[in-house]
């Protein structure tokens, strides 16, 4: 299968800082979507973004699909913003590919 | 509109016994998915469904699952009988289908054998 790295493993942000997330995958991709765990677990959909930019709020992904790789933006972080945030493509098969996350946690 | 909806969202059962896990997928959506985490790793996939047919049952580990989708509208994943390896969480989600097939998940069930 393919092969998703997400990049980095941990951080630790102030309030207020700004990030950026990276995932790389192995391979073409019809589909890539971002992803945020929240702290009881559940998988709330942030972007569908097989190319280009998407923005959303304090929140903006971009994706290279000719270069394989995407990022994710956000801005004045806020403690709700701590989880993991997944990154996932899907091929030709219909199902996702996950990476293995970057886990978030904002500092008041 | 409701989202994916899955139940329970806790289980805890003592190896060898069965546990039947179940998922409600948005209304309209053909296509319906079973993933898990386990043991920490990656979110994989197990199997997907379009309306009551398995369409790629490829990630189910063993023949101690059994995921089926009566009428094509709810799910069930039982895992008969379940050992100490399954404990993880179980996703659902669902998509519309088509070129642009964004997926919904669910909450989760949390699946702890003893």
């Known amino acids: 299968g393919i092969q998703v790295e997400q990049s980095p493993p941990d951080l630790i942000l102030q309030e207020g800082a700004n990030s950026t997330l990276r995932c790389n995958f192995s391979?073409?991709?019809?589909?890539l979507q971002w992803f945020h765990q929240n702290p009881w677990g559940q998988l709330i959909n942030l972007f569908y973004i097989p190319s280009g930019t998407k923005q959303n709020g304090r929140l903006s992904a971009t994706t290279v699909a000719t270069e394989r790789y995407s990022l994710l933006y956000i801005s004045s972080s806020q403690t709700t913003d701590s989880g993991v945030y997944f990154c996932a493509v899907e091929r030709w098969a219909n199902n996702l590919f996950f990476g293995t996350g970057t886990r978030l946690t904002v500092i008041p | 509109e409701a989202g994916v909806t899955q139940f329970p969202s806790h289980s805890v059962i003592e190896k060898g016994q069965t546990v039947t896990l179940r998922c409600d997928p948005i209304?309209?959506?053909?296509?319906l998915y079973w993933y898990r985490r386990v043991m920490g790793k990656e979110i994989k996939f197990l199997l997907h469904f379009v309306k009551e047919s398995k369409q790629d049952e490829s990630g189910m580990p063993n023949n101690r699952f059994l995921a089926e989708r009566t009428g094509g509208t709810y799910s069930t994943l039982k895992v008969q009988p379940a050992e100490l390896e399954d404990s993880g969480v179980y996703f659902c989600?669902?998509?519309?289908?088509?070129?642009?097939?964004?997926?919904?998940f669910g909450p989760g069930t949390r699946l702890t054998v003893l």
């Open positions: 391979d073409s991709v019809n589909n």
């Open positions: 209304s309209g959506h053909d296509n």
């Open positions: 989600a669902s998509g519309a289908g088509g070129r642009f097939n964004e997926q919904f």
